[in-house]
Structures are given as C-alpha cells and as structure tokens.
C-alpha cells in the first residue's frame, strides 16, 4: 500500500498551516496530517495520522520544518487505519523507531489480521464514489510499532489530551481532544468538505458533512459520535478532510450535522445503511 499513488489531489495539498502555537496541519493530496507540539520544544511532539500512499518523505519534510532536523515525535496516534491515514506509517515508524498507538478495535486492520470492507461504490454523491472502487481497503501489518491506546483515555506524549472512542467510520476511530482550549482534532468522525463530490474535493469547498460515505461502516454508531463530540462544544476542529473550522462557524455547522444527521450524513442507499432512512 505504501508505494501505491492514489491519482486524487486538491488545491490544498502541500499546505501546512499553524492552528495553535503547537497544533499545525499538513494537507496532502486530500487528506490532513497533524504535528502536535511546540516548535520551542522541539523533542516533544506527536504526529496524528500518517497521510496517503508515497507521502513519508512530505511528511518528513514538514516535520524538520516545523521542528529542525533530527528531531523525531515521540509517537504516531492513529485515528484510524484507513489507507490515506496510514499511507506512510511504516516507513516513519521505522524511520524515526518510535510507537504507533490506536485504539483496541482498530488493531486487527493494524497487525495484518483483518481487512476493511471494500468501499460502497453503491452510495450517491459524486464521482469519488465511483472512484473509490481503486481505492486499497486492505489492513497493514505494523506489528512491530503498534500498541493499543490507554483504556482511560489519556493520549501517551500528548498531556492535556484525551483520546474520545467515536466509531462508525471503523470500528476503533478516535478523536483527540483538549479540554484547556477546547481543540478537537476528529479524524474522520466528521469532515468539512464534501468528500463524495469531485469537484468539491478539488477546490476544497467548505461544508460540514458526516464521515466519507464510501467508507463508513456503521451509520448508527456514527451518528452518536457526531452527538458526542459536539457535547464537548469544541471551539477548533481539525478534520481528516477539509480546512479546520473553528468558533462560531464550527458551532453553527456541526449543531447543524447533528441536528440534521441523515438527512446530511447518511445516504439514501448503501450496503451499511439500515434503520436512519426507514420509515
């Protein structure tokens, strides 16, 4: 998987912007990497997710950036173990020699044992439905690196963070939040772009939506962690997908996301949706 190109891109991919002193993002091709730290302290940071296929030398390169050559996280925190957020994480793992941790659930996708369901190319929403067809659902093996989150809910190298259980996308998702200044980063429990429609994905359009269609496993569960995490009245979200939002626009979207679930999130038809579109 690591050497495969997936033929997908953005007019954000390459751009590595700062969301807090210690929180900035790297978008490549369509997808977001987070480097949690501060730049002062630079042997003290975490990356969140590993990014698309052939991206570790991107990934690397942002990394000196931000925080000088040579000075490597402490560890990598998956929210999940999709292909665009693990494209590069053995590589790294192995590069840099530090721990990969996920939540329990999501391991066997992690150690080799289980593969994802192949994406719903069934749903309605664009044209990266029909492309995700090409896109791998196969599980890694990074047995050697991986190890399973704390049960309690603190984040290993990420003091003040708390990892929140928001399934639906994948069994084992996570979102990382922080209750000081109220920062989410949410994986894919929601996104902020259109992630079915082509040409929203080109231009990065911004609009709050549920998970990835194509690759949502379970529309109940899902629904609960948008309620979930919108209970925590985040005040900076950083989604898998899509340009961070943040104060008054995060607050109105996603009230409105989960207020609105199925009729946003949850596609008319698809292999995973059940009960939300019954009458």
């Known amino acids: 998987m690591e050497d495969r190109l997936i033929p997908v891109t953005s007019v954000a991919t390459g751009i590595k912007q700062s969301f807090a002193a210690d929180i900035h993002c790297l978008t490549i091709q369509v997808v977001n990497v987070c480097f949690v730290g501060h730049p002062d302290q630079p042997q003290d940071w975490v990356l969140v997710d590993a990014g698309m296929p052939k991206s570790a030398d991107r990934i690397l390169e942002a990394a000196d950036e931000i925080y000088g050559e040579h000075n490597r ?11 665009d957020h693990v494209g590069a994480v053995g590589k790294l793992a192995e590069h840099w020699r530090v721990p990969v941790y996920a939540h329990r659930d999501e391991l066997p996708y992690l150690t080799g044992k289980k593969d994802y369901p192949e994406p719903d190319t069934s749903v309605e929403g664009g044209l990266v439905v029909k492309m995700s067809r090409m896109f791998p659902n196969e599980g890694i093996d990074i047995s050697e690196h991986i190890r399973p989150l704390p049960e309690d809910g603190t984040v290993p190298h990420m003091e ?6 928001t399934p639906g996308h994948t069994e084992g998702h996570i979102s990382l939040f922080r209750e000081e200044d109220r920062a989410l980063i949410a ?26 269609r194509y690759l949502t496993m379970n529309w109940k569960q899902a629904r609960t962690s948008v309620a979930k995490l919108n209970s925590l009245n985040p005040k900076l979200a950083v989604t ?32 995973f949706v059940g009960d939300e579109k019954k009458d």
């Open 73 to 83: 996280p402490k560890a990598i925190i998956l929210t999940h173990g999709h292909f």
């Open 160 to 165: 003040g963070w708390e990892s929140i259980h």
């Open 187 to 212: 994986g894919d429990a929601f996104i902020t772009v259109k992630q079915e429609d082509l040409s929203k994905v080109l231009t990065q359009k911004q609009e709050i939506s549920g998970p990835p």
């Open 240 to 271: 898998g997908h899509g340009f961070p939002m943040r104060g008054a626009t995060l607050k109105e979207n996603l009230d409105k996301l989960d207020s609105q679930f199925e009729q946003i999130a949850v596609p008319k038809h698809g292999k």
